[in-house]
């Protein structure tokens, strides 16, 4: 096998004879590496999606605008379609900077604000909240269901994570020259944000989204399939059977997949879920 060229596209499909391919994206070769023995070919590559022009650093600001103006800019810029959940592109954005930053970071960071899907995939710009179950076009994602049998491997853990019952986020009042907090749940026993915010509004909106964040790491299940389905990606909601009470009971999302081919175990897919409402 020839060595790829750094800079080519490489098409990904996986799946099974009977069922089918499923396209899994394109992407862009950035690394190449040749070892042995025996001879071993290991190629890293990036979404094609992700282009340099959206990892150059820029100076800008916002002032007076919406999220969703935000966004389909950064969507213009790169010849993308933006999928903009309706609720959160009418959020207000008095003021944004964007300081010696990439729009790719700028979307993460702002993902991060909101709790987010913040991402670029097939063309689109998508930023929905997460837990939605929306695909890139904004249809919704079937629920799916996993027994015991479909996997080889699990774990399961819970965490004391609940014993906060809110976020209190801080901001500077530059007129009355002081530090002011928001709360977003109850004081009883609040998580406390290091990070001072330019204003109550963005304070609250990193308190709520952590608070979001807070809700879904109380529980977590890692489970590995034992055959591979290409079909399954982040955001799908997940059913279980076979396990605990208070596994089977949850609702779960999917927060990350993996997918692995060799030639020793063959093709499975390992996901990683968290607990959701």
Not at 4 to 26: E, S, Y
Not at 83 to 110: F, I
Not at 208 to 233: C, N, Q, W
Request: aromatic content about 6%.
């Amino acid at each position: 096998m020839a060595l790829p060229k750094r800079g080519v596209r490489l098409a990904v499909a996986l799946g099974w004879k009977a069922t089918g391919l499923v396209d899994k994206g394109t992407f862009i070769v950035d690394e190449v590496e040749y070892s042995g023995a025996p001879d071993i070919i290991t190629v890293r590559a990036r979404s094609a999606d992700l282009t340099a022009d959206m990892r150059t650093r820029r100076e800008r600001s916002w002032h007076n605008t919406t999220l969703g103006a935000v966004l389909n800019a950064l969507a213009g810029e790169h010849g993308l379609t933006p999928r903009v959940a309706e609720a959160l592109a009418r959020t207000k954005l008095p003021h944004l900077d964007q300081a010696n930053e990439s729009n790719m970071n700028l979307l993460t960071r702002l993902g991060q604000r909101f709790d987010a899907v913040a991402t670029v995939k097939a063309g689109a710009l998508v930023f929905a909240p997460i837990g939605a179950g929306t695909t890139a076009t904004g249809k919704p994602l079937p629920t799916v269901t996993l027994t015991r049998r479909d996997g080889d491997q699990h774990r399961y853990s819970v965490a004391d994570r609940d014993a906060y019952t809110g976020v209190r986020a801080y901001w500077v009042d530059k007129g009355k020259a002081r530090r002011q907090s928001v709360l977003v749940g109850t004081d009883d026993n609040a998580k406390r944000l290091r990070e001072s915010y330019a204003d109550a509004a963005t304070a609250r909106q990193h308190a709520h989204a952590e608070l979001e964040r807070m809700k879904r790491g109380v529980a977590k299940f890692d489970y590995t399939l034992a055959i591979g389905r290409a079909d399954l990606f982040p955001e799908h909601i997940v059913t279980v059977s076979g396990f605990k009470p208070e596994i089977d009971g949850q609702r779960w999302l999917i927060a990350k997949t993996t997918h692995t081919v060799s030639g020793s175990s063959g093709f499975n897919t390992a996901l990683e879920l968290e607990a959701t409402t």
